[in-house]
């Protein structure tokens, strides 16, 4: 009986973290901000663009070619690596409208991806990716992506990388990828993320101290085993 509530305790805790620091909850899917993290991005301090951290760099700038893949490679720059990510493909438009917010097309993921697994957002879990375990430690990471039919709008990649267990950054976007019908938009259309923690943003609150930090994962697992093992004593 112990070894079976061990097990199955252990289970758990690694499939929870192995997702870490994301939720995949329904804010977190439009704004792809980790607030399990209890921190502003390291995005919101910074107002230098030209040497960034890491860069999406899709293969193709048009699309709409018998709907043809693109390959997508997310890169890192300089000394923080790729430690997670939550990448989606999103449409140029309004800002404000909610259409806006959600991802479009499919990536291709299978199921020996090296780095990357489908994420459970907007019911349908190829249009967002994640990582397959956490960390993933690396520098480089490709995967092909396939535009959506019924779309002739331009398109670009929008990334959260997290480089340490406490240090991310939100806002990471590629160039656009214009339809073979339209002309591009000029200016700098991919919309802003969402860079600054706030708790009042959480409608599913996470386990969380006082303070509103989070607890280090080892403190969780020895609360889940001491209550384990409680319970157990109990019902023997």
């Not at 980790?34 to 995005?43: A, F, H, M, N, V």
Request: hydrophobic content about 35%; proline content about 8%; charged content about 20%.
């Amino acid at each position: 009986m112990w070894s079976l509530s061990v097990t199955v305790l252990l289970t758990l805790q690694r499939s929870v973290w192995s997702a870490y620091p994301f939720t995949f909850s329904e804010r977190e899917c439009r704004d792809l901000f980790p607030e399990r993290i209890g921190k502003d991005s390291l995005t919101a301090g910074s107002n230098d663009h030209h040497d960034e951290p890491f860069t999406i760099e899709p293969s193709e700038t048009i699309h709409g070619f018998n709907f043809g893949s693109t390959q997508v490679l997310v890169k890192a720059n300089s000394k923080w690596r790729i430690q997670g990510i939550i990448m989606q493909a999103r449409i140029v438009g309004n800002c404000k409208n909610p259409k806006q917010q959600h991802p479009v097309g499919h990536f291709e993921v299978s199921e020996n991806h090296k780095f990357l697994r489908a994420a459970n957002c907007s019911g349908n879990p190829f249009k967002t990716v994640t990582h397959r375990k956490y960390p993933i430690n690396t520098d480089s990471i490709v995967i092909r992506w396939f535009p959506p039919e019924d779309v002739k709008a331009e398109v670009y990649f929008v990334a959260t990388i997290v480089s340490g267990k406490n240090d991310f950054w939100t806002g990471i976007v590629s160039h656009t990828i214009r339809h073979k019908d339209k002309p591009f938009t000029p200016g700098h259309p991919q919309c802003p993320m969402r860079s600054k923690y706030t708790t009042s943003a959480t409608p599913r609150p996470s386990p969380q101290g006082s303070t509103g930090k989070i607890l280090h994962p080892n403190i969780l697992l020895i609360c889940t085993l001491l209550t384990a093992i409680l319970w157990t004593m109990y019902h023997n």
